[in-house]
Each structure stands twice: as structure tokens, then as C-alpha cells.
């Protein structure tokens, strides 16, 4: 079995915008654009496809070693789609989509999974922080609150088995100035421009 890993990446300019009563706007991209390093490392030895927009992400991402898909105009959803269309090409039997704000984001492979669906929700339980899905599965993604219930009802649909698992370092996705402060103290806003 082979598993790639698939990360929607929003302009670094234009990312995390609701972080905007705690950092600054280049604090922000700074931001963004480390947590999406992180990520893409996280990946070890398994291939990497960027989506994106946008031709600094572009060009981060050919640098950090992963191939770009380029999707303009389709939103997240229809990004991760053809995104893991495209992944689905290139022989992968298994598609890891891995968001690009997780700051504790350390290995991928132990939500590779090997039958049905894997969903690693946000530590509120009601996001999508990583999911992973047969390659050819035909599965229609629904990102945005509570995507965590529709991706399992998905699931059901296309009568896959579910597997729901909490994961401490992946559930830690970066939205709204609280989530600046890591479980461990660290301050991910600290030393950056407010």
C-alpha cells in the first residue's frame, strides 16, 4: 500500500486572519508559513502535494520538496478534491489530507490507516484536522464547523468503516488567538510583531 499526503495551503498573506487582535500581519504570514513547514516535515518519507493559489505558496512549496497542484477559484473543498484526484494518479492507494496550522504536528504515519476512513478532529471535536481515505474512494469532502460528523456520515455513504482518533498533536490546529498558547506554555505569538 502507498500513502501520500495532501496539504491545502492558503496565501501566508492572507491566512489566519483571525489571529488579527494578537499578531500583525506579517506575524501572521510568518506564522503560517512555519506551521506549514512543519507539517509538510511531519510527512517523513511519504510524497507530498501542496494545493494552492498563490505563487509565494508555490514557490515555498517546491522548495520544502513537494509537488503543487495548482487550484484556482475552487475553495477548500474543490482544492482537496482535485488534489486528491491528482494524488490518485500518481498510484497512491491511500491520501493523508493534513491541514497546514499544526504547530505540534511532529510524524503522519501513524494516521495512515489501512481500510476505510481516519478522521482526526480538532480538539473541540467538531473540525477536520487530518483525514485519510482510499484514493479512489469518490469521497466529497465538507470542510468548516462540524466537518468531523459530515466527513463520518460521508463515510457511511460510501459504506467505508470509520475510525475517529484523538490525537493530542494533531488535533491542535491554530484559528483564534486562545490557540496561540500550546498545551505546553509555549506562546506561539510570543517574540513576533503585535
Known amino acids: 500500500m502507498r500513502a501520500a499526503v495532501l496539504v491545502p ?16 500581519p506579517e506575524a501572521r504570514a510568518v506564522l503560517a508559513r512555519q506551521m506549514a ?18 505563487l509565494t505558496v508555490r514557490e515555498w512549496a517546491e522548495e520544502a520538496g513537494a509537488t503543487v497542484h495548482w487550484t484556482p477559484g475552487l475553495g477548500l473543498d474543490g482544492a482537496v478534491q482535485a488534489g ?13 489530507v493534513v491541514h497546514a496550522d499544526l504547530p505540534l504536528a511532529t510524524g503522519l504515519d501513524h494516521v495512515v490507516g489501512d481500510d476505510g476512513v481516519l478522521i482526526v478532529p480538532d480538539r473541540r471535536d467538531d473540525g477536520t484536522n487530518v483525514i485519510t481515505i482510499p484514493a ?17 456520515a460521508e463515510a457511511a455513504r460510501l459504506h467505508l468503516p470509520v ?11 491554530v484559528d483564534t488567538p486562545d490557540d496561540l498558547l500550546l498545551p505546553s506554555g509555549a506562546d506561539l505569538g510570543a517574540g513576533t510583531p503585535h
Open 9 to 24: 495551503v492558503k496565501a501566508f498573506h492572507a491566512a489566519k486572519l483571525r489571529l488579527a487582535p494578537a499578531l500583525s
Open 37 to 54: 513547514t512543519r507539517v509538510v516535515q511531519a510527512a517523513g518519507t511519504m510524497a507530498v502535494t501542496v494545493v494552492c493559489d498563490d
Open 84 to 96: 486528491v484526484d491528482a494524488v490518485a494518479e500518481t498510484g497512491a492507494d491511500r491520501v493523508v
Open 136 to 152: 479512489r474512494s469518490g469521497f466529497r469532502f465538507q470542510y468548516g464547523p462540524g466537518s468531523s460528523l459530515r466527513h463520518q
Open 163 to 173: 475510525h475517529v482518533r484523538a490525537d493530542v498533536a494533531l488535533g491542535w490546529d
